[in-house]
């Protein structure tokens, strides 16, 4: 059975860091692109980051540019998204992804979803 | 870049039918068949239903299908069950940014 599972979140002060993980199980982790994609609570998604297969090509959202990095170890089945200067606005709900589609870098399907792992940013 | 534009709500009955549309721009949906649709139950992950407008993952009902016309998508459910009572979300690329872009999503409720 094809798995994602996130775990780091949690509460951070703002223009502090947080580091999220994802490990994957049940299909051939080394041969897809992975993406993080955030929930505001009640609100829209937002693709925040992707990364290809092997690493080479990785690709943000405007406002976490020089912010946030993703990367992954395909040896370890997992990706992560290490998070630093957090801003309120990044409160979210944080989807590991398995994705596909890319076009010019930015995957344009998530497949399969993780259950999601909550970031507070607050005072 | 706006978020795609879908009605806030629908309802129907079981065994009935129901669309939703999903509406952008020529810079998105009206110029990319990348358009994707995701189901959201209450505390759940979101769940790809639809790809590349009318395609159906392995695994997902015939009962959802996808289409699309100019620069709406629309999503159509046929035979609803009380199970599909969840959130609905579009997806599309857009040259403009680029990037993808979302819906606000779509509540439905089977009454």
């Known amino acids: 059975e094809e798995q994602l599972v996130e775990s780091g979140g949690g509460l951070a002060q703002p223009g502090g860091s947080l580091r999220l993980s994802c490990e994957g199980s049940g299909f051939t982790f080394s041969r897809f692109w992975m993406a993080w994609v955030r929930q505001v609570p009640g609100k829209g998604l937002e693709r925040v980051a992707n990364?290809?297969?092997?690493?080479?090509?990785?690709y943000y959202m405007d406002s976490v540019k020089g912010r946030f990095t993703i990367s992954r170890d395909n040896a370890k089945s997992s990706v992560s998204l290490q998070m630093n200067s957090l801003r309120v606005e990044d409160t979210a709900v944080y989807y590991c992804?398995?994705?596909?589609?890319?076009?010019?870098?930015?995957?344009?399907?998530?497949?399969?979803w993780g259950q999601g792992t909550l970031v507070t940013v607050s005072t | 870049q706006s978020a795609l534009t879908q009605p806030a709500s629908v309802s129907g009955s079981p065994g009935q039918s129901i669309t939703i549309s999903c509406t952008g721009t020529s810079t998105d949906v009206g110029d990319y068949d990348f358009v994707s649709w995701y189901q959201q139950h209450p505390d759940n992950a979101p769940k790809i239903l639809i790809f590349?407008?009318?395609k159906r993952p392995s695994g997902v009902s015939y009962r959802f299908s996808g289409s699309k016309s100019g620069n709406t998508a629309s999503l159509t459910i046929s035979d609803l069950q009380p199970a599909d009572e969840a959130v609905y979300y579009c997806c599309s690329y857009a040259d403009t940014i680029p990037d993808v872009i979302f819906g606000g999503g779509t509540n439905l409720t089977v009454l």
């Open positions: 590349e407008v009318n």
């Open positions: 990364i290809k297969h092997d690493g080479s090509e990785r």
């Open positions: 992804t398995r994705a596909s589609r890319p076009i010019f870098g930015v995957v344009t399907q998530f497949d399969f």
